[in-house]
T-cell receptor
Framework: DARVTQTPRDKVTEMGQEVTMRCQPI?????VFWYRQTMMQGLELLAY????????DSGMPKDRFSAEMPDATLATLKIQPSEPRDSAVYFC???????????FGSGTRLTVV | GQNIDQPTEMTATEGAIVQINCTYQ??????LFWYQQHAGEAPTFLSY????GLEEKGRFSSFLSRSKGYSYLLLKELQMKDSASYLC?????????FGDGTTLTVKP
């Protein structure tokens, strides 16, 4: 089965450090999303790309978060500097614009201490 | 803006039928998704409704009424493995906004 691959699976880091999360979308999918999930806020959309172009990143704190898609096989989400409130599970999902659902990766569980 | 409401928790008995409702008020609408998420795992796609009516897929069915801003997910012949969180998501211009999810507990 085709799958979305996210790395790392788990990350523990100290406050102030840079964190980079990576996502390999399913080949052929033209839409890529980054979501953050916490118990308090549920699933929040951070950013999404279509055909590698960023369409909406209004859900992201711009001063510390950045999302890029350097090529069709890689999407990255970077936090610099990280803060304890960034602790969450970060999901990447990919899909096609029309029809069907989106396939989620297994997520990166980030803990900032 | 987007406002999506689902019950927080539901409990049902193995073998029974359960209906999980979702109401939404959104500035735009292209379709509605239902996802299932087991604890500690990623959400997985269940269904996608674009037009009004019922979509059936095995034990799961999803209904949509666009005029009422209402959808439900119907689970039949409940199994213990159906215990999970069920997320309703509205999509507009390719962007999906999720509700907070309904945690379903299936008891023997």
């Amino acid at each position: 089965d085709a799958r979305v691959t996210q790395t790392p699976r788990d990350k523990v880091t100290e406050m102030g450090q840079e964190v980079t999360m990576r996502c390999q979308p399913i080949l052929g999918h033209n839409t890529v999303f980054w979501y953050r999930q916490t118990m308090m806020q549920g699933l929040e959309l951070l950013a999404y790309f279509r055909n590698r172009a960023p369409l909406d990143d209004s859900g992201m704190p711009k001063d510390r978060f950045s999302a890029e898609m350097p090529d069709a096989t890689l999407a990255t989400l970077k936090i610099q500097p990280s803060e304890p409130r960034d602790s969450a599970v970060y999901f990447c999902a990919s899909g096609l614009v029309l029809g069907g659902g989106y396939t989620f990766g297994s997520g990166t569980r980030l803990t900032v201490v | 803006g987007q406002n999506i409401d689902q019950p927080t928790e539901m409990t049902a008995t193995e073998g029974a039928i359960v209906q999980i409702n979702c109401t939404y008020q959104t500035s735009g609408f292209n379709g509605l998704f239902w996802y299932q998420q087991h604890a500690g795992e990623a959400p997985t796609f269940l269904s996608y409704n674009v037009l009004d009516g019922l979509e059936e897929k095995g034990r799961f069915s999803s209904f949509l009424s666009r005029s009422k801003g209402y959808s439900y997910l119907l689970l039949k012949e409940l199994q213990m493995k159906d215990s999970a969180s069920y997320l309703c998501a509205v999509t507009n211009a390719g962007k999906s906004t999720f509700g907070d999810g309904t945690t379903l507990t299936v008891k023997p």
